[in-house]
Each structure stands twice: as C-alpha cells, then as structure tokens.
C-alpha cells in the first residue's frame, strides 16, 4: 500500500515535470519565431542600406540627371538633381546634417556592419535555443522508455 503511494507520486512528479518541459519546449520555440522575424527585418535593412549605397554611386556619377523621387507607399514625382556631390543624412531627432556622399556610404557601412552583427547574435541565440530544445526532447524520450 506504502509503495503504491509512493510509485503514484512519482508518476505524478514524473507527469508534471514533463509538463514544465514541454512547456519550456513550446516557449523555446515561440522565442525563436521571434528571433527569426526580427532577423528577416534585420536582413531588409541590411538590403535596404546596400541599395542605398549604390544608389549614391549613381547619383555622385550625374550631373542635373532627371529622375523619381520616392514620396513613400508608391508616390513618385519627378525630380532633377542639382546637387550630386552632397546629401542630406537625418541624424534623428528632426537633425539633418549635409554629408558628402563619400562620407554618407561611410555611415551606411557602419550601420550595415552594426546590423550584420546583431543578425549574428540573433543567429547564435537560435543555434542556443534549438540546443536547449534537443536536450529537453532527449530527457522526454528517455523518461518515455
């Protein structure tokens, strides 16, 4: 009767510990869905500050061209260039400082390499998780045994 008790309490331990693990499990994996996302936003911006760069090269390489200007959601209007050698960069807080396009793809690759650094450590989490993961699948399917 005693051991009854006790091989009861166990599976109840035993049920319940499996319930924090699968619960760990499911969190684990909810964790890197987000990471994922945030790495897929990390990414178009990487894209983003590339295309950026070589938009410059361009522009630095005409003179008085005529082209559209992006207004945003789709609007265009044409525009010509008067000014190739020079742009406007917005610093934040409503600051925008005139740069040379030099200095300006500067800037870019910083932000861009500061960007490929947080995708890694993104990536890195993961890789972490999904170890974390292994390892409470493994310890489930030997108490499954």
Do not use: Y
């Amino acid at each position: 009767m005693v051991e009854e008790r006790e091989s009861g309490k166990e599976e109840v331990n035993l049920t319940k510990d499996a319930e924090r693990k699968l619960i760990e499990l499911s969190m684990l994996d909810e964790e890197n869905k987000k990471i994922e996302q945030q790495m897929q936003l990390i990414e178009q911006q990487i894209l983003n500050l590339q295309r950026l760069a070589i938009d410059l090269d361009e522009i630095s390489q005409h003179e008085e061209a005529e082209f559209l200007a992006s207004l945003g959601s789709g609007v265009f209007v044409k525009s010509k260039l008067l000014e190739n050698k020079k742009v406007l960069i917005n610093v934040g807080a409503n600051c925008v400082l005139e740069k040379s396009c030099e200095e300006a793809k500067e800037i870019i690759a910083a932000q861009t390499e500061k960007l490929k650094k947080a995708r890694e450590e993104l990536a890195e989490l993961i890789a972490k998780n999904f170890e974390l993961m292994l390892q409470i699948e493994t310890e489930l399917r030997k108490r499954r045994e």
